[in-house]
């Protein structure tokens, strides 16, 4: 659990930390509730563990319910406002539930019983939209080590893995509570980090994250919301641009991503380019309001070439709207970036483009191509966060 003593504005919460304007504390000071949207958030959860002994606990009182072992799944299902979890003959019934290993081994969960994963810390249980939805109580080091080898590789340098954590865990402390109302602080997916349990763990970034034990980033006084991206394609771009519904902040401005020859820094990044084709039919059927579609026009940019604003005329309307709602609208992972040209075709336009991801903030790409330039972690920080300042005890 954190330290009571310890306060840090975030937002407008106040949680434990070190000083008002500074994070003074081990990652192992914090406990992170994650609740695992995708892995388990089903009508029914199976439950095991991997090795030793499961045990059962009512937490409001801290009594063992029951105990299982290792060869024991346990199936969970939610009955008149009570978790009942069933295994065999044996039987546990309780208005809350907590599931926790003993003698070292990892408590495991998924909507199926063929798909178990591995989790740290212990499990307990919330009802949302009718279904089961598992939340993880972990470490905020184990939760972080479960969380960079998804959204780094983890063969990258070591100084763009420690780059990558400090972000990472600045963006945690950003966002706890954002999902207070169930029950936990961030989501096993995106729109929050991409968390895979024990399993998706690696030495590398384990190592990443040990070696910056308590670093964020601050401005301000508070913790910056530190988002990355995958690769910006030469200029990060400003956050509000890139990210719909946010106001400009200054450390996520957009800034030019590129060596002392102008080459950007995430060229080394494979399938950098790509192109789109969209006719006429798909886009008029996606922006129903202006009928047909006559013209597609890209009407203004960002200083680093990103779409900014696009304009779509029909015969019955025509259609403003920012290059963030239009690449929501078709989809991210087919607009895979907003630095893009559009080019027009027989029976549609052509998107030319490059880079992948909205673009603001840290790029990983070129956080690689930066660390393999010889730039530190403090270095790749200080690029894509300007004006932020690194903080650790």
């Known amino acids: 659990m954190r330290n009571p003593l310890r306060t840090l504005w975030v937002g407008s919460l106040i949680i434990g930390l070190g000083s008002a304007d500074a994070p003074r504390t081990r990652d192992s000071d914090w406990l992170i509730r994650v609740g695992l949207e995708q892995a388990a958030w089903a009508q029914v959860l199976y439950v095991g563990v991997s090795e030793g002994n499961l045990r059962w606990v009512d937490p409001r009182t801290g009594a063992t319910l029951a105990e299982g072992t290792a060869r024991q799944l346990w199936e969970l299902r939610r009955e008149n406002g009570r978790y009942r979890a069933v295994c065999g003959q044996a039987q546990v019934l309780a208005e809350r539930l907590v599931a926790e290993p003993l003698n070292g081994g990892f408590v495991m969960v998924s909507a199926s019983p063929n798909a178990l994963r591995r989790y740290r810390g212990h499990l307990e249980w919330t009802e949302r939209d009718g279904k089961l939805l598992a939340i993880n109580w972990v470490l905020l080091d184990d939760y972080l080590k479960a969380t960079l080898p998804r959204e780094m590789p983890p063969n990258f340098h070591p100084e763009a893995l420690k780059a990558q954590a400090v972000a990472a865990r600045s963006f945690t402390f950003r966002r706890l509570n954002r999902y207070r109302q169930w029950g936990y602080d961030l989501c096993d997916h995106a729109p929050c980090q991409v968390y895979g349990g024990v399993d998706a763990e690696h030495p590398n970034t384990n190592a990443a994250v ?109 259609l403003t709207l920012s290059g963030a709602e239009f690449r929501n609208k078709l989809g991210a992972t087919r607009v895979r970036s907003l630095m893009f040209e559009i080019q027009p075709q027989q029976n549609g336009w052509k998107l030319v483009g490059r880079g992948s991801g909205h673009g603001a903030g840290l790029c990983q790409w070129g956080a690689q191509g930066r660390a393999l330039a010889g730039q530190t972690y403090q270095q790749i920080l200080e690029a894509y966060y300007p004006g932020a300042t690194l903080r650790r005890e």
């Open 210 to 318: 040990a070696a910056t034990t308590g670093a964020v980033l601050m401005f301000d006084g508070r913790v910056i919301d530190a988002v990355y991206t995958g690769n910006c394609g030469g200029h990060t771009a400003p956050v509000e641009i890139a990210m719909t519904g946010t106001r400009p902040l200054p450390f996520l401005s957009g800034a030019p991503d590129l060596d002392a020859n102008g080459k950007p820094y995430c060229s080394l990044a494979p399938n950098s380019a790509w192109e789109l084709t969209l006719t006429r039919e798909e886009l008029s059927q996606r922006f129903a309001l202006v009928g047909r579609v006559r013209e597609l026009r890209l009407t203004q940019r960002t200083a680093g070439k990103h779409a900014q604003q696009i304009q779509i005329r029909g015969d019955r309307a025509t």
